[in-house]
């Protein structure tokens, strides 16, 4: 089984934070393994205080929901099938985005996660740059 080793994290993790300098922003980034723990972490200079916390429960949000954090924004609202989620897991769960799983082909590998833009789409769009490093 491949797992996430330091080296594929430090990868994952300039690939993510190359994506947030070419947005010309400062963001934390976190890498977790296939169990939730954390493996890597870089927080760039000037990033929110924040950022550290909410990147590694982005990370560990996408391995433990099996999907990024962007998806379980629409499910977690009032009405939704996940509603009431990011109050379980001792509000480790994340609804907003910034965290995808790292994949080797279906397999979840480990999580990716990002904080510190000012929208999250952008800080998802991070998390996914980074992911594709792995492979």
Known sequence: MPVVTLA??????????????RHDLAVSAAVVDAGGHLVAFRRMDGAEIAGPALAVDKAYTAIALSGSTADLAAE????????????TGGGRFVVFGGG????????IVGGVGVSGAPDPAVDDACARAGAAAFG
């Open 8 to 21: 594929r994290a430090e990868a994952i993790l300039d690939a993510a934070l190359a994506e947030a300098a």
């Open 76 to 87: 977690a609202q009032p009405g939704g099938a996940l509603f009431g989620i990011q109050s």
């Open 100 to 107: 995808v799983p790292v994949r080797d082909g279906d397999l």
